[in-house]
């Protein structure tokens, strides 16, 4: 699933795309991805975007009127991409506009599985539909970082995951961001001491830009990811392999030298079947 760096990459991509040229034609939307019926989607044709906005893995597309936000999740296989006047598209996108002078945004979903959504609403409706998030994750300072680990006992891979606690990172992150804070992923949050926490919140600002960096340089994973999914490479940090472990449905990378002692963790789905 495409993280806050990638996400924020796209934004800043298609925000003069996007803006350029009032909207001739909303739609058409695949059933399963428009999320809402009123406003029709035809209330945007004619409108011209203000440009292209994020808030945690969400795209944000406001009018130029203030009146609507085009709200785009593209979960774990959607992409979007803006076509320039006579490019050949896709034949059948899950979402398309189309701007007056031709260029098209377009939505597209791999597999059989139809996740990603689009929402048309006001803004009180956008900021009643996303007031659980938490923070940005890149807006969190240390201080901040500690009120929401000390919330409740959580292990730290799913906390980071949380996009209610903080805003942005997933799984892939969320292993970058732990190597590098030289944390272990079934760390309590409520037993980080200080300067664990200082370790932690720097680990998120330093990984978040590095990434951001160079995804808005065209950068793809094997340049972003220095661990995550990278079974048996040696550890960036000390050069000893890097190990894995499943937990919910999620596989966690991680390196034991780094952030375990050298203890290797079990597999929770695992050991909680054999129970
Ligand atoms: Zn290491």
Not at 62 to 88: C, F, N, Q
Not at 204 to 227: N, P, Q, S, T
């Amino acid at each position: 699933m495409p993280e806050l760096p990638e996400v924020e990459a796209w934004v800043r991509e298609l925000d003069p795309l996007v803006s350029a040229h009032p909207i001739e034609r909303a739609g058409p939307a695949h059933v399963a991805t428009l999320k809402t019926i009123d406003p029709s989607l035809s209330a945007l044709e004619g409108q011209r975007l203000a440009g292209a906005q994020r808030r945690a893995k969400n795209l944000l597309f406001p009018t130029e009127d203030g009146e609507l936000v085009l709200r785009v999740h593209l979960m774990s296989a959607g992409r979007i991409r803006y076509l320039k006047p006579g490019a050949k598209g896709p034949k059948r996108p899950m979402f398309r506009l189309r701007f007056a002078g031709g260029g098209e945004l377009i939505l597209t979903e791999g597999g059989k599985k139809k996740r990603a959504g689009v929402w048309l609403t006001t803004p009180e409706q956008l900021a009643a539909d996303l007031a659980h998030l938490g923070p940005e994750a890149l807006d969190i300072d240390a201080a901040l970082l500690a009120e929401i680990l000390g919330r409740e006992r959580r292990q730290l891979h799913p906390l980071l995951r949380d996009q209610r606690a903080l805003a942005g990172i997933g799984r892939a992150h969320a292993n970058e961001i732990l190597l590098r804070a030289r944390l272990s992923p079934f760390k309590t949050s409520t037993e980080l001491t200080p300067e664990e926490t200082e370790r932690l919140a720097s680990a998120i600002h330093e990984d978040l830009e590095r990434a951001l960096e160079l995804r808005l340089r065209g950068k793809g994973d094997k340049d972003v990811y220095l661990i995550h999914n990278r079974l048996g490479e040696p550890c960036p940090r000390c050069g000893n392999p890097i190990a894995r472990v499943d937990f919910e449905e999620h596989t966690i990378y991680y390196c034991p030298e780094c952030q375990t002692g050298g203890r290797l963790l079990k597999d929770r789905r695992l050991s909680r079947l054999l129970k």
